[in-house]
């Protein structure tokens, strides 16, 4: 997320989290893109693009939320329904305290250059 | 044929626990447990780590409560560093304090309105497509609304204090590594509503008043739902106050003849024992004076409410004195009206963030006291789920050699066990059938505990939801993927 702002695009506010949880709602209802961004395991590409879209039902879950419920709030609650994506990262190590591997970082450069490239062509 | 009735996950709670129910040929409840099935390393995780990242490396367990892990590992670092209990700078103490009142006030909103509040609006029986918080939302939008800004506000609270809402920096041993501008103190008191402290206080009020009237319109079933007698855990401050930060430990009995009382938390190995059983990664804490059998205790806001002699903010201590006279004055042994409590404890959290707010002290430069260091430090803190103790030693490197954490889901273990057997001798034992509402009653006797059952890492993808029905033999009667 740092990287990310680090470009400083126009018009992208970035927001880091540890999980997803009900206020996010609140953050995707106010604007018109939201892309969620997390490391992935069982990838074969560096990274997955995917268009996400409000849950029909809200899973019955624990405090932490998916894309798809936070968009399921946000129509529940505020009424909007945001074009929404996930920026999924292909990760390898997962112990505490380990640093990104180099091809976690290669993954990462190539999703943020793409995720640039993508928010530049939706902007109004 | 005897059968087996396994609920994994538990829903709504955080993190990950099976229930397995077995029943024998006539479907009468032969043995309930609740197992928790995650296996939490961190005690181990953190040997051969320096000192002063404990309080940076151990709120990884939870994403949920990290300031309660954080804060209760800078308490035992304070402890090594010279600091403990009464020797940081007001300005520390009271940024902690805000740290931990916002916490409260996030997690107790979160709890109430988004995992709990769908069984008491819509039903336990209703359909589990919507008894979630958009279907809260249908039913009362402004509710659904006010319990997530109470969440936002809490963790704008806790960003403001600790630097991030989720795995933040700010306390440090000895003290805090920041104060409160005044730009952010103003925010929180006098910012465009709804997001200022007294829509919080309001709201907060009228959470309280929400439950009261259902309780009003549903008292046989809210009182006699997984009612047993216990004992109660937690820190109270030395005149018997409600203090979520810091006090001295007391527990009381099902009558409330004090167990303990005034013990200095430091000597906490003197009073509190932990049992292992082979079915749960769970371990059994138990007060050493009552023995193992006799010596479980409840923590969390039930407990908090049993073993305080008064909260110390005004609208709190009206609502506290509602609450302790319907039960004449004993400590309260019924499990849904761990609700109650929670909600005058987030009318309580509201009222002292407030307080500290209008304190100049949040504005001090004084940060950090360093002392004489020393091998061993405990520290403990209040977290919304009960009283969490964070134990370590180190040695002349400044490296961890040792780490003991007793979380406050651990604490109440057997009491979650008890209301699992409550309900399902109650509910489910001798019935022809076995419905979703049923094993949702098993889960809301769980969720009254507000359980964090750990949630150290996630991805994309990952989180099973399953309910399995095995028979004796171990062949899957019935599966549900929700």
Same mark, same amino acid.
């Given at each position: ?124 | ?320 004195? @509602? ?99 409550? @309900? ?59």
């Amino acid at each position: 997320m740092e990287r990310l702002k680090r470009r400083r695009l126009r018009g992208v506010a970035c927001d880091a989290n540890y999980q997803l949880n009900v206020e996010d709602a609140l953050a995707c209802a106010g604007h018109d893109t939201v892309i969620f961004v997390d490391a992935a395991r069982g990838l074969r590409r560096p990274f997955t693009f995917t268009e996400v879209r409000a849950a029909g039902s809200m899973p019955a879950m624990s405090h932490a939320l998916g894309p798809e419920a936070i968009l399921a709030i946000a129509a529940g609650l505020y009424g909007k329904t945001p074009d929404a994506r996930l920026l999924a990262i292909r990760g390898y190590r997962w112990t505490l305290g380990e640093g990104l591997s180099a091809k976690a970082e290669a993954n990462l450069a190539l999703a943020l250059d793409f995720l640039e490239g993508f928010l530049k062509e939706a902007r109004p | 044929m005897g059968r087996k009735i396994t609920i994994e996950p538990v829903t709504r709670v955080e993190g990950h626990g099976k229930v397995t129910i077995r029943l024998d040929d006539a479907g009468k409840v032969t043995q309930s447990r609740f197992h928790v099935v995650e296996f939490r390393g961190f005690e181990r995780f953190v040997q051969g780590r320096p000192y002063w990242e404990a309080p940076v490396l151990v709120q990884r367990l939870c994403g949920i409560c990290p300031v309660s892990h954080h804060l209760a590992a800078a308490k035992a670092m304070d402890v090594i560093v010279g600091a403990g209990p009464g020797k940081l700078t007001a300005t520390a103490e009271k940024m902690r304090r805000l740290m931990h009142y916002g916490q409260m006030l996030q997690s107790h909103a979160l709890h109430f309105f988004y995992l709990s509040s769908p069984d008491f609006l819509l039903g336990m029986d209703a359909d589990p497509a919507v008894r979630n918080i958009i279907g809260v939302a249908a039913l009362n939008k402004d509710l659904a609304v006010q319990g997530v800004l109470l969440r936002k506000f809490g963790q704008e609270i806790i960003l403001a204090t600790a630097g991030k809402k989720i795995h933040g920096t700010g306390a440090v041993p000895g003290g805090i590594n920041k104060n409160l501008s005044p730009e952010e103190r103003d925010r929180f008191l006098k910012g465009a509503a709804p997001l200022n402290i007294d829509q919080m206080i309001e709201w907060s009020r009228a959470a309280v008043e929400l439950f009261k009237d259902y309780h009003r319109k549903n008292k046989d079933m809210v009182d006699g739902f997984a009612e047993f007698p216990s004992n109660h855990l937690s820190l109270v401050r030395k005149d018997g106050a409600l203090d979520f930060y810091h006090g001295v430990l007391r527990a009381v009995d099902a009558e409330g003849r004090k167990v303990l009382d005034d013990v200095d938390y430091q000597n906490y190995l003197e009073v509190i024992g932990e049992e292992t059983r082979s079915w749960s990664y769970m371990k059994f804490p138990y007060l050493r004076s009552l023995g193992k059998t006799d010596g479980w205790y409840r923590v969390g806001p039930l407990a908090r409410l049993n073993t305080c002699d008064y909260i110390p903010s005004p609208l709190a201590q009206k609502e506290f004195e @509602v609450y302790k006279a319907y039960t004449d004055g004993k400590p309260n042994n019924m499990s849904l009206h761990t609700h109650w409590a929670r909600l005058i404890e987030l009318l309580h959290s509201a009222e002292v963030i407030k307080e500290l707010l209008l304190d100049k002290d949040l504005q001090g430069a004084k940060l950090v006291k360093k002392g004489k260091k020393v091998a061993e430090g405990v520290g403990l803190i209040e977290a919304p789920r009960g009283t969490l103790f964070h134990h370590y030693r180190i040695n002349d490197d400044d490296q961890i050699t040792m780490a003991n954490l007793i979380v406050s889901t651990t604490n109440n273990n057997e009491p979650m066990n008890r209301a699992v057997h409550w @309900v399902a001798m109650n509910a489910l034992s001798e019935k022809p059938e076995i419905t979703e509402g049923m094993l949702n009653r098993v889960e809301v006797a769980i969720r009254a505990y507000d359980p964090c059952l750990s949630c150290a890492t996630h991805a994309v993808g990952r989180m099973p939801l399953e309910v399995t029905l095995v028979d004796a033999r171990g062949n899957v009667l019935q599966r549900k993927v929700r």
